[in-house]
């Protein structure tokens, strides 16, 4: 057994008038001498301790206060102690103890039953504590009930409330209950004592209802199966329903295949021609350039809008250098076909991949770079320095010495005449064309692989800048260059003093959107008497310059396979144009 | 936003225990008076209010910042109205005349006006105060000025003759609630409240008291 000290183990003021305290005597049988507990007590503004009044009246080890020892707001402390020493003290103040005795005089009525006679209501009352003196107001009290059948172990409880009466809905009448009620006083925290337990029972009034029969439980296994069912003929309905935007919803359609930029009905109408020239126009394509092979393996390509007015953006944009510079819309690729998937890492900007979700830029993006692109594949443009143009697979090469904005490759050079802002792009191509004694400006095509991908070549550096527009004074133009440029042309045809036709030259160009077509090609070519027309020769060394093959309006030319022999040092490569009488020298 | 916290609190905790705006005049007219029967309601309702902010006022400070330190044990000390001489039980209480009652009712708010207005400001400097004993220490102070005007109201319905002297403690613990050693300072807090808490519980039975006795002779 532990050692227990006594203990005082409360004190207690039912009706704040009197108060009590109890404590426990412990388990002390060492002492020969019985010991006698003592409770003293003190008041807060008293010196001693004076010993309790009252040790029955309470009960045993107790002690008991009576109204004249009394005084509610006041500090007490007791302690409790034999003769050598204490055991236990308290401190409290009567108003902070107060726990009423339980009420008096439970019963209840019946207020009325449901219709079935299954259920009724009764109204319980009571009577408060009668040692509380409610009635003088000295004491205010709250009463909390509790209710249960009598079968059940858990009582229900109501809320505190300060009326002696209250009404009980809903009580089955076939089953009896019982009802228990304490108080307390209204501010404080702890109730006092349980009353006497009140029982209910219907049938001693004569209303029990003995054939009733047992409140049906809820039905869960039919809830289940309607439920079931219900979803189930929402599930078919939805799938049968003609409301695409509800079954997408609910159902999301898998994704069928598509690929950005190419729109499906061009490939399933257009001539092979089209799509061809269409599928050319960017030197980062992989179709085989078979022409009896209708399909492309790989698509990377956008295509843009027969959008006047976006061409005519694009071409500021093409002229402009800062377009030029920002560019790099020519991809390093390799030759691998079925490039299907999406953003290949190595390739930073793949507009054209084969993707939809790819890519978010715009359209006029999009045609953007295309008209890039093909501007990059028509007319390579003059380089500052000494590198040699590599194949046409390692354009980002080409696009580092494009950002450097003076070694931009272009088949054609922007139609600067026709649009005022790339005026100045084009004099500094010219200007670079003047400085750049010892680079080549033109790359030549040295060959078209059977992916139909052109290989550049270096060009040579005889070829270079007589860029001089103003020493364009002769018709004949070399033949070294491969390509032809439109500022060359211009110019060339300024020099010759051809008036009419540049403007020809200008607004088919312009029309074009900066591209030759073969009409404005041939008309400029014509004019200086250079044929377009050559005939493919099979094995070729590097050939100096690639004829025409087809020139599909407005991307671009087809060029064909061919290589020319190279042509002598004597052919001056004023403006890179072919006259007819080159041409036929080099020709066989 | 304490503000804001203490409205919302304050009307929560009145529409909870039933006291609300009442109109002072419920048809309008123009030289209307509330009956002392309304008047008493209205003072008791708030009583009582301010007895139970008190209250959890001071359990929660119990709870939060007493256990462990023993004051408990001190707190067996005077409070600045003591020196009022309040009844102490039920007999003084039904023995003592009405209006001296009221004017001893009036004298323990009186004197408690103060205290409170820093005891407000006091409470918001103490580390880490929980909102809730802040906004309760402010609509406790508010209530009391309600509760003082009414019963300053009473008073003057009731009273028949001269008005006696007011009945005023002073409060000078001010200090110790500004002490820099926050034991020392907690100490002076916990005896406030705990003084609060009882005096705010002498107000709400004298109130009481005296509504049983003057409105329904005795036969709430």
Known sequence: DLLQWPQISKCRSPEMETFSCFWTAGNFYNLTVPRILQLLYKKSNEEDWKECPDY????????YFNASYTSVWTPYCVQLASKSEVYDKKCFSVDEIVLPDPPVNLNWTLLNTSQTGIHGDIQVRWDPPPTADVRKGWITLEYELQYKEVNETKWKELKPRLSTMVPLYSLKTARDYEIRIRSRQRTSEKFGEFSEILYVSFSQIGIGCDHCT????FPWFLVVVFGVCGLAVTVISIMLSKQPRLKMLIFPPVPVPKIKGIDPDLLKKGKLDEVNSILACHDNYKTQLYIDDLWVEFIELDIEDPDEKNRASDTDRLLSEDHLKSHSSLGAKDDDSGRASCCEPDIPETDFSASDTCDATSDSDQFKKATEKEEDLLCLDRQDNDEALPSLANTDLQRQHRSTQSENSHLWAPFGDSVESPRPSVHTQISNQNSLASSDFYAQVSDITPAGRVVLSPGQKSKLGRAQHEGCTEPSFTMDNTYFCEADVKKCIAVTSHEENEPRVQEQGYNEDGYFTTESLTTTVANFGASTAAAPSSEMPVADYTSIHIVQSPQGLVLNATALPVPDKEFNTSCGYVSTDQLNKIMP | GLLLAALLGSHMLLTKEGVTSMPICPNGSVNCQLSLEELFDRAVKLSHYIHYLSSEMFNEFDERYAQGRGFIAKAVNSCHTASLTTPEDKEQAQQIHHEDLLNLILGVLR??????????????????????????????????????????KIVGRVHSGEVENEIYTPWDGLPSLQLADEDSRLFAFYNLLHCLRRDSHKIDNYLKVLKCRLIHDNNC
Do not use: F, Y
């Open chain 1, 56 to 63: 029955m009246t309470s009960g045993q080890n107790s002690c």
């Open chain 1, 214 to 217: 047992e409140e049906v439980e």
């Open chain 2, 111 to 152: 004197s408690w006006n103060d205290p409170l207005i820093h005891l407000a400001s006091e409470v918001q400097r103490i580390k880490e105060a929980p909102e809730t004993i802040l906004w309760k220490a402010v609509e406790i102070e508010e209530q009391n000025k309600r509760l003082l005007e009414g019963m300053e």
